[in-house]
């Protein structure tokens, strides 16, 4: 399994630059690369992530991650670089580290000193495994490392573009749809996106005072609302969390008779596939019908050990759905995008959703026009299978909830026809049987 998914184990890192001999990146490979530097990683205070148990991965890393661990962990076992928490307590989240790794920009390196209240910088040494060295508009390392476009800030963004605390009857739980809610058990992730909409609670200890206390207080809103079946942990990340915690929760979930649906929102399994263990899974699965939707971002994400992680989980019986967010420069294209929902495919993970990137609050590199999700969304329908197609949806600023976007494919009416565009181009009419009480030119049968 793990030599067929996307990559191989021998695949050179994502958007590695071979380069011409003697060219201005060898020049800045030789300036900037520390072969003998080793990081240093810290190995105590387990508390602070609240995690009484370990949860050693069985996950096979790849030649890549091998390569990368031998160069900057040389003094860490293979043991420990699959320990998931190892992973999360040596995250890199400052320029000294940080640049040790890759060599940064200019305004990579003062984005970072600078950034003060905007998204924390934090990356798992795994996913530090799959960046460029020397190509700051590698797509992966766009999503992960700051830039100072995040520091401008337009009319149409917001902290909360979705309008998610006007909706939100306890702390952390946001009640918008009427027969689910939206459970933000957590503000911490293990890897921070750029454009994260809920940047506003990430790691600042806003909106969200984490513990059972807050846990219990929404659990009791769900359990007095009869409406709700459908239950989404998110955050933040919950399978930062522990074990126990994670199995706290959805027992205390699953026992309220009116709850049939529980779901987890995450990037886990992507960032830190490490996280995936036989003991989470066998936690998870007892909790069925329990679904996961998933961030994918880039095919680039799309390794071994990613494939790993998605196989112990559907092996567990948890259907899975990617969640992919449209990004300029970044995914914005047909071929990048028809190449991730391939892989997600081949490793079992279903397309789901293709979001417009939300107006979060310095985000505009980020988005792209509408018309660009479009153009996407036709160069698949038709193209592939419709396993394969995710719905492209605008969670509407304000509240609105997620509207589906389409391209035009019904062009109009001819007497008693529909008239459609196919994937190709070409118009066809389909004989369509009007409701009895519907205007036109129709006669119903007697």
């Known amino acids: 399994m793990e030599d067929n998914v996307c990559l191989t184990q021998e695949a050179e890192p994502p958007g590695r630059h071979a380069g011409p001999a ?26 602070l992530f609240l995690f009484p148990t370990r949860g050693i991965s069985t996950c096979k890393p790849s030649a890549r991650s091998k390569a990368f661990q031998k160069r900057f962990y040389p003094g860490i076992s293979s043991v420990e670089w ?35 209240g905007s998204i924390p910088l934090s990356i798992t040494p795994y996913y530090a495994s799959l960046l460029d060295a020397m190509d700051p508009e590698q797509p ?37 749809y009427p027969d689910r809610v939206l459970f933000l058990v957590t503000n911490f992730c293990s890897t921070y996106c750029r454009y994260c909409t809920r940047s506003r609670i990430l790691d ?29 942990l998110s955050g933040g990340d919950p399978l930062t969390m522990s074990d126990e915690s994670i199995d706290w929760l959805l027992q205390k979930l699953r026992a309220i008779p009116h709850v049939e649906l529980l779901r987890i929102g995450t990037k886990a399994p992507v960032v830190l596939p490490q996280r995936i263990t036989a003991k989470l899974t066998s936690v998870l699965k007892r909790y069925h019908p329990l679904w996961m939707s998933i961030h994918f971002t880039h095919p680039e994400e799309l390794t071994p050990e990613v494939g790993q992680a998605c196989a112990r989980l559907a092996d567990a019986g948890i259907p899975l759905g990617s969640q992919t967010v449209l990004l300029a420069g970044i995914n914005d294209d047909v071929e990048v995008m028809t190449r991730l929902v391939h892989g997600l495919i ?14 979060i609050s310095g985000s505009s590199h980020f988005r792209t026009s509408i018309e660009k999700g479009l153009e996407i969304i036709r160069g698949l329908r038709g193209h592939t299978t419709g396993y394969a197609v995710p719905t492209y949806v605008i969670d509407a600023p304000g509240g609105g909830g ?27 009419r389909y004989p369509d049987v009007r409701q009895s009480n519907d205007p036109g030119p129709f006669s119903p049968c007697i």
């Open 82 to 116: 699959n320990d998931w928490q190892w992973q999360l307590k040596n995250r890199i989240t400052g320029l000294e580290t940080l640049s040790r790794m890759i060599w940064l920009s200019d305004d990579e390196t003062s984005t970072i000193i600078r950034r003060g």
């Open 140 to 176: 992966v390392r766009r999503t992960v490392i700051p830039r100072s476009l995040e520091f401008h800030h337009s009319w149409e963004e917001s902290d909360d573009p979705l309008g998610e605390e006007s909706d939100s009857p306890v702390p952390g739980l946001v009640h918008r």
């Open 346 to 359: 081949k490793i079992r993970v279903k397309p789901y959703y293709l979001y417009q990137c939300d107006p």
């Open 22 to 47: 003697g060219s201005a990146l060898d020049e800045l490979k030789e300036q900037h690369t520390s072969p003998s530097v080793a990081i240093t990683t810290t190995r105590k205070n387990r508390s």
């Open 204 to 232: 600042h200890g806003n909106g969200i005072p984490p513990g059972k206390e807050r846990w219990e207080q929404a659990i009791d809103y769900i359990a007095s609302t009869p409406q709700v079946r459908d239950v989404l």
């Open 402 to 428: 997620k509207i589906p976007l389409l391209p035009e494919y019904v062009v109009g009416r001819d007497d008693h026809h529909l008239l459609l565009r196919n994937y190709q181009g070409q118009l066809y």
